[in-house]
């Protein structure tokens, strides 16, 4: 029989630690739903997504109870709607993600992403369509998630649609006000945004990806965080070895849930995203991790290489223990959704400016952050051309979700409830960005030599 | 196909007897057991095969759950697929 120990530390792990599949995610291709007329194209995409995904759910539930360990979230994503609407002769998308909500209702999942124009080199005439239409579409729908991807390694960064994204913001945050701007918190800006990724907001189901596929999420920053309590005080190479190890037996439980999940639907597993992804819950920290490190409190000096370190463990400990790793892989740092996070950044330490430096090592970005309701559209902008060069440079993905709360002043408090947490609103700086954004134009791929 | 059933609660007489009663009465025949007690708080894993269950696995992890609230201690049944994908390579 199993060692008594290992059953004992996974369950443990479960009950105690917060492990847990953060999110089954089946990809869903819709480039056959296109049609000139608009009702048509929404009959097919509702069609297509309940045919395929309606097991989805049922049969996550079931796994979760044979193997005892909570699958959190099933989600859907779809191709770019910007992609499969082209085509329709209409000025505005909203009745698609209106579509998209229904469907998603359907299946029983909590959110579908794919609301999504990837415009890096430029806006076709649907990319702007569908740009235009994301305010509206956020404040009609409650499940619906998009992003648009403003730049990349290859193609520099389209600022165009980087100074538009800004004005999309504000407007999303306008049209949601009664919610504090809870619809901006279901967009993302990326560069560099990746074709699989299983977590929202930022999912959609890329065009070089099969015809339907199942993604799987994992998380545990809950179990890094106490297997780095039994070495405090011992060099990094210990703390790099012991986060490797982890994360190498949470992604395993990624695996064998994603290919159980896989099988049973009938359709390919793609990959496993090895994120740590934090919830606002006690003991499900990534701050509290950096802090266990040696920190007093997340954002002070000495977080960067904290971040790094453990961003790069997560990836080297999981890679081996799946046959496909993808997403976004790695640390999230999301403010709100983070308990050690919103209590970093209420004390006044972990500011804008450290959360920047520390998306240069982290998975992602600028996450889930609130900042005063009377932040320019231009500042915002000028948020995001700043991330997308850290990931234009980096040759990584980048995002900034960010939540400009009506009415909200620094100090204040931003709740968006459930996993989305609760966001302090923090500081920008106050000197205007305006004359820069308004230029427009791409800034040009970087040099990929030289590097120094 | 195995599952690992985890017993754990305040040690008393009947515990594996009835544990076992209810898992015969699923047609789960039960592999291996190992079991202790420690400061009066009994612990008990046992291997099972549960191939000619006479109820699907979600159920019976339901059922026993059930099962053992009624005993008053927490009956946990989970495949073993779970702990070999952490624990093993």
């Not at chain 1, 049969?59 to 099933?74: D, L, Q, R």
């Not at chain 1, 790069?312 to 640390?331: E, T, Y």
């Not at chain 1, 409830?417 to 791929?445: K, N």
């Not at chain 2, 076992?20 to 007690?37: G, M, P, R």
Request: proline share 4%.
């Amino acid at each position: 029989m199993m060692n008594r120990n290992d059953i004992l530390a996974t369950q443990d792990m479960i009950d105690k630690r917060h492990l847990d599949i953060r999110t089954i995610t089946m990809g869903i291709s819709l480039l056959d739903c296109c049609d000139p007329d608009l009702e048509a194209c929404c009959e097919k995409i509702y069609r297509k997504i309940t045919r395929c995904a309606k097991n989805l759910v049922p049969v996550g539930e079931a796994i979760e109870k044979e193997f005892g360990i909570p699958i959190v979230n099933k989600r859907i994503s779809v191709t770019p709607i910007a992609i499969v609407a082209g085509a329709c002769e209409t000025d505005s998308y909203v009745r698609i993600a209106q579509t998209l909500d229904a469907a998603a209702e359907a299946c029983g999942v909590n959110f579908i992403g794919g609301f999504s124009a990837l415009v890096q080199k430029g806006a076709a005439m649907g990319d702007w369509k569908l740009i235009h239409s994301i305010p509206e579409a956020m404040a009609a729908t409650n499940r619906v998630c998009a992003s648009v991807n403003v730049g990349s390694t290859k193609a520099g960064i389209n600022m165009d649609a980087v100074a538009e994204m800004g004005r999309v913001i504000k407007k999303t945050a306008e049209l949601t006000a009664h919610d504090d701007g809870l619809g901006c918190a279901k967009v993302v800006v990326f560069a560099n945004a990746v074709e699989d990724n299983p977590f929202m907001a930022g999912a959609f189901h890329g065009v070089g990806e099969p015809e339907c596929v199942l993604n799987v999420g994992v998380s545990g920053p809950g179990v890094v965080y106490h297997a780095l309590q039994s070495v405090k005080g011992q060099p990094f190479d210990v703390v790099a070895e012991t986060v490797k190890k982890t994360a190498f037996q949470i992604t395993r439980m990624g695996q064998l849930v994603g290919k159980e999940a896989s099988e049973r639907l009938g359709i390919p597993f793609g990959i496993v995203d090895l994120s740590l992804a934090p919830t606002p819950a006690v003991g499900d920290s990534v701050a509290r991790i950096l802090e266990e490190m040696g920190l007093e409190v997340c954002g002070t000096h000495g977080t960067t290489a904290a971040l790094a370190l453990l961003n790069d463990a997560v990836k080297k400990g999981g890679v081996m223990a799946s046959n496909h790793v993808g997403g976004l892989s790695g640390a999230f740092i999301p403010v709100s959704e983070d308990e050690g996070m919103i209590a970093a950044a209420e004390s006044g330490v972990l500011c804008l400016d450290k959360l920047e430096a520390m998306t240069c090592v982290c998975s992602v970005g600028l996450d889930m952050i609130a900042v005063p309701g009377d932040t320019s559209a231009a500042t915002i902008s000028a948020i995001i051309a700043d991330e997308a060069a850290i990931g234009m440079v980096n040759s990584k993905t980048t995002a900034v979700r960010i939540i400009p709360a009506p009415g909200k002043v620094v100090g204040d408090r931003v709740e968006m409830g459930g996993l989305l947490g609760s966001a302090p609103v923090m500081p920008v700086h106050e000197p205007s960005s305006e004359a820069f954004i308004a230029r427009g134009g791409r800034i040009p791929a970087p040099l990929q030599s030289l590097k120094n | 196909m195995k599952a690992i059933v985890t017993v754990v609660g305040k040690d008393r007489v009947g515990i594996i007897a009835g544990v076992c009663t209810a898992l015969a009465d699923f047609n789960v025949n039960v592999l291996d057991i190992s079991q202790t007690v420690m400061q009066g708080y009994f612990t008990m894993m046992m291997a099972v095969e549960v191939s000619g269950c006479s109820v699907p696995l979600a159920e019976l992890v339901t059922r026993m759950d059930e099962i053992g609230r009624n005993m008053g201690l927490s009956i946990r049944v989970q495949r073993e697929d779970i702990f070999e994908a952490m624990h093993r390579i």
